[in-house]
């Protein structure tokens, strides 16, 4: 965090270098225009700390535009007039978090920049904090409404994958919750799980529920629907990359996978995640072309190719939450 000192005494800025470069990231101005100019272009500043006394513009009106421009800064007035009135000014029309006096103890100046810092650090979580309730009451209203209306489109196509998804999405995150990730990466996994065959929905129906084995041509068109979700889903802003994670969940820690044959770490947690969570729903469930095959199967299946296709923490993790825990798909 950057902090900026303003004075018209050339002596005293290099001073203030030379006592303060260790301690703070210190830029310094020697006049409020100059002090206006940096913030605008090696901006932002999070303590700025000016004279009262300029030529030009003085103290409490640099800070007055300050505030304007950047209002987040921390406004600190450095003073050689003890004045109560201009404190009165620098208070009501610069917004200063501290009033000092020159000849200002170096200790006293550290201590209320530090503090300046500390601030501004919880402003600026605070506002991560409301900008992050925000977009979830956008997201709520707005994007899940969204989803829930192509996912609706799909569910007339094919109820079956409408279906596969909810519970995919299930899994996908009691496997992140069991893995221990942060709330916001198991929300990522929810929604991009809840989403991941979406492009399906290019699908043509009668392949989508033929009964049959399927020819090199019709799977071939099933196996596009991955590229075919990235694409519908690239253009919606989103805090997580969901469009990458549905391009990537049939993607195998060996390179066997498609659509571009990543390996390992290449391909992201949350797709390695729902990729093991996609396998177990869909051997588990009743599908076009044969009944269920059942848990014990799904199980057999991540173990077989824990390591090869699927990654061993998150087939761990999965064993545990269908063994240990008291997961249900609904």
């Known amino acids: 965090m950057k902090v900026l000192m303003v004075d018209d005494e050339i002596n005293l800025l290099s001073s203030y270098r030379r006592l303060l470069n260790e301690s703070f990231d210190l830029a310094t101005a020697e006049s409020g225009e100059k002090a206006l100019e940096l913030i605008e272009s090696a901006g932002p500043f999070a303590v700025i700390v000016s004279d009262y006394k300029m030529p030009k513009m003085n103290g409490v009106e640099l800070l007055k535009q300050v505030r304007v421009m950047a209002p987040d800064t921390v406004r600190i007035m450095l003073t050689g007039q003890g004045d109560l009135n201009i404190a009165m000014e620098a208070v009501n029309q ?39 309730e925000v977009f979830e009451a956008f997201y709520q209203k707005n994007l899940q409404g969204t989803f829930k209306m192509i996912s609706t489109l799909l569910e007339r196509k094919d109820p079956y994958t409408a279906g596969h998804q909810l519970r995919v999405s299930r899994l996908a995150g009691a496997i992140a919750v069991e893995m221990g990730l942060e709330d916001q990466t198991v929300e990522c996994v929810k929604v991009s799980a809840s989403l991941h065959d979406i492009g399906k929905i290019y699908t043509p129906s009668e392949i989508l529920s033929k009964p049959g084995r399927l020819s090199e041509l019709e799977f071939n068109l099933i196996k596009d629907h991955a590229r075919a979700g990235y694409e519908l889903l690239q253009e919606i802003e989103l805090p997580w990359p969901v469009a990458d994670i549905v391009l990537q969940h049939h993607e195998r820690c060996d390179g066997s996978g498609y659509p571009k044959g990543l390996q390992g770490p290449e391909i992201l947690l949350e797709a390695r995640i729902i990729g093991v969570a996609d396998v177990v729903e869909a051997i588990t469930a009743h599908r076009p072309y044969r009944s269920a095959l059942g848990l014990d199967a799904a199980i057999s299946e991540i173990q077989k190719f824990k390591g090869r296709h699927f990654d061993p923490g998150v087939v761990d993790a999965c064993m545990r939450v269908l063994q240990e825990k008291s997961f249900a798909w609904e």
């Open 94 to 132: 610069g917004n200063v978090f501290r009033f000092l006096v020159k000849p200002c103890p170096h200790e006293e100046l550290v201590q209320s920049i530090s503090e300046g810092l500390s601030q501004y650090e919880a402003a600026s979580r605070q506002q991560e904090v409301l900008r992050q």
